[in-house]
Each structure stands twice: as C-alpha cells, then as structure tokens.
C-alpha cells in the first residue's frame, strides 16, 4: 500500500517558488519525510528530510503540518534544471532498511 | 557525477548469457542497496547489505544475485533473464546506525536490455 500521496504533475514558472504537496496521513511517530528527485537519465538525488519541525538547506525547504499528515517541499527560485520527478518517502531511516518509493509529482519548469 | 559509480552504463545480454553489474563507493558507507527501475515507474527496493551481509531479499527471483566482496563494492550477477527483466538498475549507499539518518546516495544506474 502506498504510504504517500503526491499529485502526478506540476507545472512552475522559471524564478518562481514551487510547492509540492505531499499526503501522508498514516505516518507513525518514529517515521520521517524524506524527499528525493530524479533528473531524467540520473539516480534519485537526497534533497531533505525531516520529523516534526520545518528544516531549510541549501536546496530546499520543507514544511510540515502540525498533525504530521501531510508536508509541503518548497523550491524557493525554481530554474530549469528542477525538472525532475520528485518522490516524497515515509520511513524511519536509521537502519539500513530501504526507502520505498511512490510515483512521485513531475515537476516541469517552464522558461 | 556522483560518489557511486556504477559499471557498465549501458548493458547488452541475451537471455542465455551471465554478466555482473559492479557498483562502487568511498564514502564509508556500511549499508548498500540495489533498485531495479521501470521505466516511467518509481525505483523498486531488491537487496540491502548491512554490513556486507545481506540484510534485505525482497522476494527477488534467484535469477538475480548479489554479493558484497568488501564494504567498497556490491555486484550483481545476472543470469538467464527475461526480457521483462530489461530495466535500469540502480546501486545507492549510506551510513547504518542507531540514530544515524543518513540519506542515500545513488548512482546513476546501469540501463540493462534484455534480448
């Protein structure tokens, strides 16, 4: 069963922020966001992580809701180079379990 | 470029032949996975070694076969596939421990066609 809901495409305009939404309404307390991309031709690339607080890095920001059910990644000046398939993934990381992948939003930059 | 790296880029094989996909990283990593992505599908969990030890089979068909000589490397041997077999197969690594979350790190994958 998918553990992560995320609509299957986006579009954004070049230099604006992107926001993609992602459900996770059966998270367990131990379990954390984790977002990854995946530029055409290349292997899925870490963008962020998180538990219950906003965390920002240098790609990226994510914001997730009071009741844990469902967070937000923020591309505060998207370029062209952010068209990927971005997969939202629950897990509770640490051991050497794997992620499990959904379908993931294509987001298309748009010039 | 990524700190994974995987061999060959592209593979070729007929349905009779063995070859092996290598993948390789530096970083120190003790946990090391294989994906075997679809096209146009999500990337779907095969193996994890933790430890060079295998840790994870997720009910792969035996026609595939991993090993983990050393905490650098983990092969993949192939042998007497399907065509629906043909996939791009992906190698990630991380660090493993309590309290440690430690992102994986791919590699660009090897796109495997079967004939």
């Known amino acids: 069963d998918a553990k992560t809901t995320q609509p299957p495409s986006m579009d954004c305009a070049e230099g604006r922020a992107a926001n993609l939404p992602c459900n996770h309404s059966?998270?367990?307390?131990?379990?954390?966001v984790y977002w990854y991309r995946q530029i055409h031709s290349q292997g899925p690339q870490y963008i962020i992580h998180?538990?219950?607080n906003n965390e920002t890095n240098e790609m990226a920001s994510l914001i997730i809701t009071e009741d844990r059910k469902s967070s937000t990644l923020i591309l505060p000046h998207a370029t062209l180079r952010d068209t990927a398939v971005y997969y939202c993934i629950v897990g509770e990381g640490g051991g050497a379990d794997g992620l499990t992948f959904g379908k993931g939003t294509h987001l298309i930059i748009q010039p | 470029d990524t700190e994974v790296t995987q061999t060959p880029k592209h593979l070729v094989m007929g349905m009779t032949n063995k070859k092996s996909l290598k993948c390789e990283q530096h970083m120190g990593h003790r946990a090391m996975y294989w994906y075997k992505q679809k096209a146009k599908k999500p990337p779907e969990l095969m193996f994890v070694?933790?430890?060079?030890?295998?840790?994870i089979n997720e009910s792969v068909p035996s026609r595939f076969s991993p090993e983990c000589p050393n905490s650098s490397l983990l092969n993949l041997h192939l042998h007497a596939l399907q065509p629906e077999d043909s996939a791009l197969y992906l190698c990630?690594?991380?660090?493993?421990?309590?309290?440690?979350?430690?992102?994986?790190?791919f590699g660009n994958g090897t796109r495997l066609t079967v004939t």
């Open positions: 990630a690594s991380s660090q493993v421990g309590q309290g440690v979350h430690s992102p994986l790190h």
């Open positions: 998180g538990l219950k």
């Open positions: 070694y933790s430890y060079e030890k295998l840790s």
């Open positions: 059966t998270i367990s307390g131990n379990e954390y």
